[in-house]
Every structure is written in C-alpha cells, then in structure tokens.
C-alpha cells in the first residue's frame, strides 16, 4: 500500500512529538529519581522543580509561609526528591545541594537557619526532625577539643643561657639565639635576616646595629677567624640585589648603576669618591662586601 505525502508527515510530526514527550518525561522524573545531586539552579531544572514542589505543597496566595511537610531527613544526604517532599522551594533545594558539592555541610539542626530564604516559622517546623550523621558532628567536636587542648597546655620555656656562654655570629640559628637572655622568636629572626642582607659578619659590633636589641647584645656572640663574608660583584649585581644591602642605600644604588651604564665597569672606590652621596666611612664600611671583579 503507497502512503501518500499527507500522511507521512503526519506520521513524522507524529513522532517528533513522542519523542518532545519521552525527553519531558525524563526530566520530571528526575526530582523523583535523583540520588546523587542536581546541577545548578538552571531556568529548566527551577520549572522541574516548581511541577514537582506543586504537587507537595498547598499555595497560599497571599504570600504567607507555605506549611511544610517535615518527616525526618538529614540535610547533608537527602537527595533531592525527598528534599521536595518536606515542602521547600525549588530554588533552595538547587542551592542546599550546590552547598554540598562545594564541601559544605550542616553540623547541627541549629545550622540549617542558615538556609536563605528559610523563614523563622518553617525552620522550627523542621528543625525537630532534622538528623545529622555522627560522622558529621564529630569532625566540629574533635577540632573543638584539639583546640582547646592546644590553647591551655602550657607552652614549654626555652632555657636560657647562663652569663659567660656564646654562640657563633655567622652560623647560630633563630633556636639557639632564642638562649640568650631577652631573645625571642622575633629578634632571632631579626638577627638571622640581618646577617643574610650583610652576606655575614665580619664584627660582632655589627650585631649592634640591629634596632631594639637588649643593651650588652654583643657578648653573647664570638666570630671564627675561618669566616669570611659574603661578597656582591658590584658591576655584575642587579639594582634590586645592590639596594637590598643593608650598608647601600637607594641614592648610591643609583649612582653605582648609572656610573656603569655610562662609564663602564667600577675598578676601585676611587671612582666614587667625586659623588657626594659617598664617604669614606662608606666606602670603609663596604670593602669587606664588594668585590671589583
């Protein structure tokens, strides 16, 4: 039997349309059949929702509080058909389960107040049958108690030295400057960043030169004659390595790299001595550091 062109269009719009039918299906069912979490609150997935929440929940036109039907949950593991069925609105299951897959958890019945757009009236209808897995609350117990372990046991005091001990300028760590009396974590970090921007001592005089240091802080400390200091390439060394030393300040920097970029290499201290932001205290501060090679 032939079919006319009438009829086979009939029959594909016929079809298109059980397949339009099956693809809504799918979608409906899945607020019932959801056992994992829904994606984000999409325009499509709010409109499941919304059929889904209508058929759980008597409207009240005049705006007022929708009367939940609560029955116990817990709100870290319900999947979301059951979310609608206590009542709550689309949107706020869409965003309890985002909550979840960011990490998020409720630790108490108390958290679930948190919820925006939870009214005070529905959160005490549900708040009586809210459970929260063991496994949930313990991790906010256990982290309670460890911090409060930790806040009252007594931090154990660092032994000071007696008078008469010292310790090696150049290689003594923040632990053993934090013997000496009246040296703590700060200044030995102070102590120890210092020593590193100079590229060592070369006298235990230099210690002294540390702001805010007890009186007196240099008889705790002894140099090795082996110690020799860390030298800078002056015609090699960036600006940002030549300023960051301690006895170089941002003006003479400036001088020694634009000397370079104009006149070439720096052979000796003689040719700085015309620029006035030097002196010979300067350059007698500076030999020890600063290599001409």
């Known amino acids: 039997m032939s079919i006319s062109k009438e009829e086979a269009r009939v029959m594909v719009l016929c079809t298109l349309m059980l397949a339009i039918g099956v693809c809504i299906s799918l979608v409906v069912l899945r607020c019932h059949d959801d056992k994992d979490e829904l994606p984000e609150a999409d325009n499509e997935t709010l409109t499941t929702l919304q059929h889904k929440w209508n058929a759980h929940t008597s409207h009240d036109r005049r705006g007022n509080d929708i009367e939940l039907t609560p029955f116990p949950f817990d709100p870290n593991h319900a999947d979301s058909a059951t979310l609608c069925r206590l009542g709550l609105k689309p949107w706020q299951v869409s965003n309890m389960l985002k909550y979840r897959r960011e990490g998020g958890r409720w630790r108490s019945a108390d958290d679930l107040q948190r919820l925006y757009g939870l009214s005070k009236s529905q959160f005490e209808q549900l708040r009586p049958y809210v459970r929260i897995a063991e496994a949930d609350k313990r991790k906010v117990y256990e982290r309670a108690e460890w911090q409060s372990n930790y806040e009252h046991e007594p931090r154990p005091k660092t032994e000071k030295f007696a008078e008469g001990a010292t310790l090696p300028a150049n290689t003594a760590d923040t632990t053993a400057l934090k013997h000496i009396p009246g ?22 005089s230099q210690i002294g030169e540390i702001e805010d240091l007890p009186a007196g802080i240099t008889r705790w400390f002894v140099l090795d004659k082996a ?10 060394a960036t600006f940002k390595q030549l300023v960051r030393h301690p006895y170089l300040s941002y003006e003479q920097t400036k001088i020694i790299v634009t000397h370079i970029r104009q006149y070439g290499a720096i ?10 932001e030097f002196t010979q205290n300067d350059f007698k501060r500076l030999a020890p550091y600063i290599s001409f090679k």
Request: glycine share 8%.
């Open 183 to 204: 040296i703590g974590s700060y200044y030995a970090r102070k102590i120890v960043d210092y020593r590193e921007r100079l590229g060592g001592f070369v006298s235990t």
């Open 227 to 236: 110690d020799k200091p860390r030298q800078l390439r002056i015609n090699h």
């Open 267 to 276: 052979r000796s201290w003689r040719d700085l001595q015309l620029y006035k």
